[in-house]
């Protein structure tokens, strides 16, 4: 009976958080060759980033198409730019036609985001592997920026804390010399 409530419990408490990040995702596959469960894996590091996320792959299309999806999904703002958290991976197959787009949001992390997996795997006609690539290739890119902003933060922080040891060891240096000069004053004296 315990595993059984354990179990409930566990469902109660991951279920609510998978289907929350599965509503960012929103996922359109006219091959019907890309497994949505390999979609929501490799978008689920950026779903916990607040990303709302857009994969389309179709037979056809252009972009009329990507701009008619992006609406229907409500990703675009009220001046029809893209919402800042927004990541969309677009893939036509005739017209032969990717892209990457991403929001403001994610646009210092992702302004020089090289996705060398797409085209080689759009190659191979592999577009599952394409897209699961490509969303973990983003999610590298933000996190090794996030990393770097934090090296700063560390280096300014252990900058500061020897400026703090240095300032601290020279006003003790100087009461300990001003105490032996006084020192030595009332012993002549």
């Keep these: 009976m315990k ?13 609510p958080a998978k289907l929350a990040a599965q509503r960012d995702l929103f996922f359109v596959d006219d091959t019907e060759t890309v497994s949505q ?34 609406q229907t999904d409500d990703m675009l703002d009220e001046s029809g730019n893209l919402k800042d958290e927004a990541i969309i991976i677009y893939i036509s197959i005739d017209p032969d036609r990717h892209e990457i787009r ?17 085209p080689v795997y759009l190659e191979n006609r592999n577009y599952e592997l394409a897209v699961t690539s490509t969303l973990s ?26 400026i703090g040891v240095v300032f601290g060891f020279a006003r003790m240096f100087y009461f300990v010399m001003r105490g032996i000069l006084k020192l030595g004053r009332s012993v002549t004296d």
């Design 37 to 70: 469960a390999a979609i929501i894996d490799a978008a689920q590091p950026l779903l916990e980033r607040d990303a709302c996320i857009g994969v389309y792959v179709m037979v056809g299309g252009g972009e009329g198409d990507l701009l008619d999806n992006l």
């Design 102 to 118: 991403y929001g403001d949001k994610w646009r210092p992390a992702l302004e020089n985001f090289d996705h060398p997996p797409l």
């Design 137 to 162: 290739s983003i999610n590298f890119s933000i996190v090794a920026h996030e990393q770097q902003d934090t090296t700063w933060q560390l280096y300014l922080i252990v900058a500061a804390a020897v």
């Design 3 to 15: 595993r059984v409530a354990f179990l409930l419990l566990f469902l109660l408490v991951i279920l």
